[in-house]
């Protein structure tokens, strides 16, 4: 793309967000129920559009309104907008992000669980808080590696959050929460496969500057991304915390392993707009004629133990 295209590009998002943003606000202030929950949804998609992101999803995702804590590695600040694209959901986020000009505006308006790094003992808040939310029925985000990488390999989780979960269960909640594994990949640009000198346009980690690789990424074309959601995880009242961390690793490193060498998705793809696959539109195979592969990818309601072999 052309440094005038580029400009262009730049410029229309920038008025796409003042035309939006007043009624992301005021849907956060005053509305209720659906509105309310779909106008980030409507927000991120129309960043998609403009950014040129290409979203894909295969694997189990919740059902609608179904509550889970979702365990993500973690790429780019693009991550929000995909991620915020593709159904209601919510992120737990560093404190210091809540006073960033704008984008501390515009995680409020997603709702974001703010922690405090420095403060060991906000862990258990933050905890109480995400366990609230997710007894009433909230899709929270954490990216549990702490920080972003270059998308072509997986740091470490953490599994202190992961106690909200098991949090949730407790007193009158659920019997058990989903906790969801989640492995998002930008596998190419331009139709063509994403190189490694390429991935600082795209991955924005370690001491990168902010303006440069903002740069280079409106200067490119087209990006493809896929989001993998794994096999669900039940956690329970007595569950561990740290074998459900260590299943949900296991499960995002094999599905990052699978983008980044360039093998296929398993099971059925279908675009970042819809919730599920369709028969419809081709996306899920008709009733009959689903290939084990498929059968075995779509069954979400089986959750993992953390106690089992798996």
Same mark, same amino acid.
């Given at each position: 793309?052309?440094?005038?295209?580029?400009?262009?590009?730049?410029?229309? !998002?920038?008025?796409?967000?003042?035309?939006?943003?007043?009624?992301?606000?005021?849907?956060?202030?005053?509305?209720?129920?659906?509105?309310?929950?779909? #106008?980030?949804?409507?927000?991120?998609? &129309?960043?998609?559009?403009?950014?040129?992101? /290409?979203?894909?999803?295969?694997?189990?995702?919740?059902?609608?309104?179904?509550? $889970?804590? &979702?365990?993500?590695?973690?790429?780019?600040?693009?991550?929000?907008?995909?991620? %915020?694209?593709?159904?209601?959901?919510?992120?737990?986020?560093?404190?210091?992000?809540?006073?960033?000009?704008?984008?501390? =505006?515009?995680?409020?308006?997603?709702?974001?669980?703010?922690? @405090?790094?420095?403060?060991?003992? @906000?862990?258990?808040?933050?905890?109480? =808080?995400?366990?609230?939310?997710?007894?009433? %029925?909230?899709?929270?985000?954490?990216?549990?590696?702490?920080?972003?990488?270059? *998308?072509?390999?997986?740091?470490?989780?953490?599994?202190?959050?992961?106690?909200?979960?098991?949090?949730?269960?407790?007193?009158?909640?659920?019997?058990?929460? /989903?906790?969801?594994?989640?492995?998002?990949?930008?596998?190419?640009?331009?139709?063509?496969?994403?190189?490694?000198?390429?991935?600082?346009?795209?991955?924005?980690?370690? @001491? #990168?500057?902010?303006?440069?690789?903002? $740069?280079?990424?409106?200067?490119?074309?087209?990006?493809?991304?896929? &989001? &993998?959601?794994?096999?669900?995880?039940? +956690?329970?009242?007595?569950?561990?915390?740290?074998?459900?961390?260590?299943?949900?690793?296991?499960?995002? /490193?094999? $599905?990052?392993?699978? *983008? +980044?060498?360039?093998?296929?998705?398993?099971?059925?793809?279908?675009?970042?707009?819809? #919730?599920?696959?369709?028969?419809?539109?081709?996306?899920?195979?008709?009733?009959?004629?689903?290939?084990?592969?498929?059968?075995?990818? #779509?069954?979400?309601?089986?959750?993992?133990?953390?106690?089992? @072999? !798996?």
């Amino acid at each position: 793309m052309s440094r005038l295209g580029a400009y262009g590009r730049l410029a229309l !998002c920038a008025v796409a967000f003042l035309v939006i943003v007043g009624p992301h606000l005021l849907s956060l202030r005053f509305g209720r129920g659906r509105i309310a929950a779909w #106008m980030p949804v409507l927000f991120h998609r &129309v960043f998609v559009a403009l950014f040129g992101l /290409r979203v894909t999803q295969s694997g189990t995702p919740p059902e609608a309104g179904e509550p $889970a804590l &979702v365990l993500s590695n973690h790429v780019s600040w693009l991550d929000i907008i995909v991620l %915020g694209s593709l159904r209601p959901l919510s992120f737990v986020a560093k404190s210091e992000i809540a006073g960033w000009p704008v984008i501390g =505006t515009l995680a409020r308006l997603q709702r974001t669980v703010f922690i @405090d790094r420095a403060r060991r003992a @906000d862990t258990a808040n933050v905890n109480a =808080t995400v366990a609230q939310r997710l007894a009433r %029925g909230d899709l929270i985000v954490l990216f549990a590696e702490g920080t972003t990488g270059d *998308g072509t390999r997986l740091l470490p989780f953490r599994s202190s959050l992961v106690g909200a979960a098991r949090a949730a269960v407790a007193g009158e909640g659920p019997a058990r929460i /989903r906790l969801q594994p989640l492995a998002i990949t930008y596998p190419r640009r331009n139709g063509l496969p994403l190189v490694r000198k390429e991935r600082p346009d795209v991955a924005w980690y370690g @001491d #990168m500057e902010l303006a440069p690789h903002l $740069a280079a990424f409106f200067d490119g074309g087209p990006i493809d991304i896929h &989001v &993998v959601w794994g096999a669900p995880i039940a +956690v329970e009242a007595g569950t561990d915390r740290k074998r459900a961390t260590a299943l949900a690793e296991a499960s995002v /490193r094999a $599905a990052l392993q699978r *983008g +980044v060498t360039g093998r296929p998705p398993l099971g059925p793809v279908w675009p970042g707009h819809r #919730m599920r696959p369709d028969v419809e539109d081709g996306t899920l195979p008709e009733r009959g004629i689903a290939t084990p592969q498929a059968n075995r990818a #779509m069954r979400g309601a089986e959750m993992l133990s953390p106690e089992s @072999d !798996c």
